[in-house]
């Protein structure tokens, strides 16, 4: 009989998104077996369950995939997982809370590529607001086009005390200084759009955030992105499937959640085929989602 490519799929909530679990089948996992309200404390035992009931030339045939609604306990389980391997025994890890980091991998690559063909801009020195910035896209999104060169803004649509904490834990985390900024009504988001070129959009599904007189009045503002696909948009009159459109009299470029969708599906599907063609254990989170969204994205 063949070995059989296994996947754990462990998350701190109530559920494993049935998102997850069907891109992990479908791109060839034998069996996807789902572990919820797990905790960190028992993240050592389920990883060394799963590394020693298989010799450890099985290792690469073996794989636990961290979920959830939370980037930094995502993080923190997968740091915890890699402690809890006994060599020659290994296991591959993919972090993918909410599938933030491959969502927020695909924004940021699709806002590079625009900038480059049609701006002939990268993301170094882009000045970027994130409005849903403590939401796991939002957060993950931050972190990688700071780490691309970008000058970014947290956004707090309730105050300036969240994204506050959530800058901090980014510094703590990855040693990178991002900005923070009150935009809990009208007019201080449009003192905020007034000073950006970019914007990423990642507010919880539904809710609009921006309006087109916000828009037209932000004549900075070189391309906005918004990652929610239910109606009302993120950014008022953004198509769904724009792809560096303009949407405003002064040229401000459109990217919408299906054109950032499609490379998300493509990143997160590839990154789960490359665990299962790696010839060793390999590890994926964020910047691994990046890197793929890019090659991806041409």
């Known amino acids: 009989m063949a070995d059989k490519n296994i996947i754990h799929m462990a998350t701190p909530t109530k559920h494993v998104s049935p998102f997850d679990v069907n891109m992990a089948l479908d791109a060839g996992y034998d069996a996807a077996l789902v572990y919820t309200n797990v905790t960190l404390e028992e993240v050592t035992s389920l990883v060394q369950d799963a590394i020693f009931s298989r010799p450890p030339k099985l290792g690469v045939r073996t794989a636990m995939f961290f979920g959830g609604k939370n980037a930094n306990v995502a993080l923190d389980m997968m740091a915890r997982a890699k402690n809890a391997l006994v060599p020659p025994f290994a296991i591959s890890f993919f972090a993918d809370p909410a599938g933030s980091f491959t969502t927020a991998a695909a924004m940021v690559a699709c806002v590079e590529k625009i900038l480059k063909d049609r701006k002939q801009r990268t993301l170094r020195d882009l000045k970027v607001a994130v409005f849903g910035a403590t939401g796991v896209v939002g957060f993950a999104s931050a972190v990688i086009a700071t780490m691309q060169g970008s000058d970014v803004t947290l956004v707090g649509y ?52 921006l309006s087109n007189a916000q828009l037209a009045g932000a004549k900075r503002l070189t391309i906005v992105a918004d990652v929610n696909a239910v109606p009302p948009p993120g950014i ?50 964020f910047r691994d989602a990046f890197a793929l969204a890019r090659e991806i994205n041409g």
Not at 200 to 208: I, L, S
């Open 158 to 209: 309730d105050g300036i005390k969240r994204v506050t904490d959530a800058a901090q834990e980014i510094k703590r985390r990855f040693d990178v200084d991002v900005h923070a900024a009150d935009g809990s009504d009208d007019d201080k988001k449009s003192i905020i759009l007034a000073e950006s070129e970019a914007v990423f959009c990642a507010g919880r599904a539904g809710v609009a955030i």
């Open 236 to 285: 008022e009159g953004l198509d769904v499937q724009a792809n560096g459109q303009e949407i405003t009299s002064h040229g401000t470029l459109g990217l919408g959640p299906l054109t950032i969708g499609n490379i998300k599906y493509k990143t997160e599907f590839g990154l789960f085929q490359r665990m299962i063609a790696a010839t060793k254990p390999v590890q994926f989170d």
